[in-house]
């Protein structure tokens, strides 16, 4: 394998383990037990039908609190929180660039 195959196996396994920590941390707060992280969906709207968690505005501010708590990342207003918590995969990117 060479270097840069290394490089980006790496950054796939640390950007699994953060989206794993974010479908997690979502979980807990917003107190989900009928899925697991495993199927969370990465690319599905996370307030949407279609992603099974059953979410409103309340789990917003849970959310918003975990992500303040866990990866030290502030959302400052509600327009942020719409733009960057939409899915694993966007928030991913979003704490990425903090």
């Known amino acids: 394998m060479s270097h ?4 980006k196996q790496m950054t796939d396994d640390k950007n699994m383990t953060l ?9 807990t707060e917003c107190d989900v ?4 992280v495993d199927e969370f969906a990465d690319d599905v709207p996370i307030f949407s039908d279609e992603s099974q968690l059953g979410l409103d505005s309340l789990d917003a501010l849970q959310i918003s609190v ?18 960057h918590v939409t899915t694993i995969n966007e928030l991913a990117e979003y704490i990425q660039s903090q």
């Open 4 to 7: 840069t195959q290394i490089q």
């Open 33 to 36: 037990d009928h899925i697991t």
């Open 66 to 83: 975990g992500l303040q708590k866990e990866f030290n990342v502030r959302l400052p207003d509600s327009k942020s929180f719409r733009r």
């Open 19 to 27: 989206k794993k920590r974010l479908k997690q941390m979502i979980l």
